[in-house]
């Protein structure tokens, strides 16, 4: 008998639910492992990275990093495919997964750690997933400790006095677009989950799970909350759609969140970590922005611009990342 995958998470961890979610998908047979103090041994046997997902192989291997998981799960299982057939749609694709990943993490990430509510709820979530059986006095004592040490980090993700208004906009007003773009639809592309929605829909499915952010969500955005939930355990429930029926209202998403905002910002931090600079400032559709550079971003914005230059044909992508602000990011 074949061993199943099993994969290493949390179920705070939206790039955890995404894996796992992709998973069920395609029904791959996989177990879900909650990381704690009881497999620690175990995961640090195969994690090169202190960080969930790590998905170990039926032949032994470990393998961390969503995107690539993905990419190497999608070789070995390719039906049903999550690339859209429609190539401009298939790179869209693309490049919301990583606005996903990389921008969209913003939001879930200052939301959860910037009011005392959030914070509260937070950290004890995350200390029961990792001590289920713990008392109430144990349980208040892990919440404090979870939430002295995440509270500070919140300048991972780029949140300080300044950012902190921008990051909450671009939130409502990306909710505002997608919720928009689901009218009919049960998936960013269509009747089938594609990759970007498991790039962009668990960072608001983690949203939405936290007091502040989930009420914001269930008060403005019923069909991205259907969505969000949706995708925890996805089915196909049609075909993907062609570009030409996706881009009226998509296409504004490209040109506010992904070339007003997430890209320049990208490159910026990318210029940043190779010039050595410990905080950079950029100039976004937003306003100014300032953080500290983080060098996972400048790794992440290479592997996106390799597959633009890897497209076989570019001038019809071209056209949509012109119009939409996004191309110059992109060719440099």
């Known amino acids: 008998m074949v061993r199943p995958y099993r994969i290493f998470g949390a179920e705070l961890s939206p790039y955890s639910i995404k894996v796992r979610s992709y998973f069920r998908y395609k029904n791959i047979p996989h177990e879900w492992l909650r990381r704690g103090p009881a497999n620690q041994d175990e995961f640090k046997r195969y994690a090169k990275l202190p960080l969930v997902p790590l998905v170990i192989t039926p032949d032994d291997r470990g393998m961390q990093d969503s995107t690539p998981i993905l990419e190497a799960m999608e070789a070995e299982y390719p039906a049903p495919s999550i690339h859209p057939p429609d190539p401009i749609a298939a790179f869209v694709s693309v490049l919301l997964e990583e606005f996903g990943d990389e921008w969209g993490n913003k939001w879930m990430f200052h939301f959860r750690w910037a ?5 509260e709820a937070g950290a004890r979530r995350i ?5 289920p059986d713990a008392d109430e006095d144990t349980l208040e004592a892990m919440t404090a400790q979870v939430r ?14 300044q950012t902190a208004p921008q990051i909450e ?4 007003d990306a909710v505002d677009l997608i919720e928009a773009h689901l009218d009919g639809r049960d998936y960013l592309f269509g009747g089938r989950p594609a990759f ?6 668990f960072q608001i499915h983690q949203a939405w799970t936290d007091p502040t952010a989930g009420r914001l969500l ?26 030409a029926t996706l881009a009226p209202t998509l296409m504004p998403l490209l040109e506010q969140q992904v070339g007003g905002l997430f890209l320049p910002w990208s490159v910026a931090n990318a210029k940043a970590i190779a010039d050595g600079q410990g905080e950079f400032t950029v100039d976004l559709a937003s306003g100014e922005w300032t953080q500290k550079p983080q060098k996972y971003h400048a790794r992440s914005l290479a592997a996106l611009r390799g597959k633009y230059a890897e497209l076989p044909e570019r001038a019809e992508i071209d056209a949509v990342l012109e119009s939409t602000g996004c191309l110059r990011w992109l060719a440099a």
């Open 196 to 201: 970007g929605d498991f790039g962009a829909g």
């Open 148 to 161: 002295e040490r995440m509270v500070p980090r919140v300048w991972f993700v780029g949140s300080n006095e």
């Open 127 to 131: 200390a029961q997933g990792m001590n």
């Open 115 to 119: 009011r005392p509510a959030d914070q």
């Open 218 to 243: 269930e008060e403005r955005a019923p069909r991205t909350v259907a969505w969000v939930k949706r995708l925890v355990d996805p089915t196909a429930n049609g075909d993907f759609e062609t570009w």
């Open 169 to 172: 906009q671009s939130f409502l």
